[in-house]
T-cell receptor, first 113, second 115 residues
Framework: TQLLEQSPQFLSIQEGENLTVYCNSS?????LQWYRQEPGEGPVLLVT?????EVKKLKRLTFQFGDARKDSSLHITAAQPGDTGLYLC?????????????FGQGTILTVHP | NAGVTQTPKFRILKIGQSMTLQCAQD?????MYWYRQDPGMGLKLIYY???????DKGEVPNGYNVSRSTTEDFPLRLELAAPSQTSVYFC??????????????FGAGTRLSVL
């Protein structure tokens, strides 16, 4: 089973600061998904990256897929309190996986007003 | 749009009790999943189903059972609850897209404490 390592595990910042969250694996990702989970809710998909070197933007969030498809990053510009939550990366298990995903352990982000 | 609905939202069990966590989806998805989420541990797959009547074990199935009699419903049964089963449980569903992977839609979770 592919292991996904996320860093940092915790991040506490002030409103307006920038931040980057990382997701790494020793294996090549077929694709990578980023989810955000708000307190008391289930995870919600933010983006899927598929091609090595791909960059996707979602308002103030920028997602990058490494050229070798072994790493990905999520960068948030000018963080807001509404960005507070748990950020999870996930990758398909490959083969006949029946849509199963392997999740990283998550990064807990707290943005203070 | 209901999506994935989980009940109950909260539950406290005594050691040795049993309960069923309910999950229903109205998106006609063929795949459904049960996860548990422990602090700092991400999501661990308990059981999954690829369609009515077909289920299989995930990473951490011990102490749990599932059934899938309809496309919509995928209940998770805890028999003889233990403190180690204290966790937040999430149900998810997805549809077959093939290629680079499915999108999973999650319920709001059930917070379970076993005391």
């Amino acid at each position: 089973t592919q292991l996904l390592e996320q860093s940092p595990q915790f991040l506490s910042i002030q409103e307006g600061e920038n931040l980057t969250v990382y997701c790494n694996s020793s294996s090549v990702f077929s694709s990578l998904q980023w989810y955000r989970q708000e307190p008391g809710e289930g995870p919600v998909l933010l983006v899927t990256v598929v091609t090595g070197g791909e960059v996707k933007k979602l308002k103030r969030l920028t997602f990058q897929f490494g050229d070798a498809r072994k790493d990905s990053s999520l960068h948030i510009t000018a963080a807001q309190p509404g960005d507070t939550g748990l950020y999870l990366c996930a990758s398909p298990r490959g083969g006949t996986s029946y849509g199963k995903l392997t999740f990283g352990q998550g990064t807990i982000l707290t943005v203070h007003p | 749009n209901a999506g994935v609905t989980q009940t109950p939202k909260f539950r406290i069990l005594k050691i040795g009790q049993s309960m069923t966590l309910q999950c229903a989806q109205d998106m006609n998805h063929n795949y459904m999943y049960w996860y548990r989420q422990d602090p700092g541990m991400g999501l661990k797959l308990i059981y999954y189903s690829v369609g009515a009547g077909i289920t299989d074990k995930g990473e951490v199935p011990n102490g749990y059972n599932v059934s899938r009699s309809t496309t919509e419903d995928f209940p998770l049964r805890l028999e003889l609850a233990a403190p180690s089963q204290t966790s937040v449980y999430f149900c998810a569903s997805s549809y077959t897209t093939g290629g680079w992977g499915n999108i999973q839609y999650f319920g709001a979770g059930t917070r379970l404490s076993v005391l």
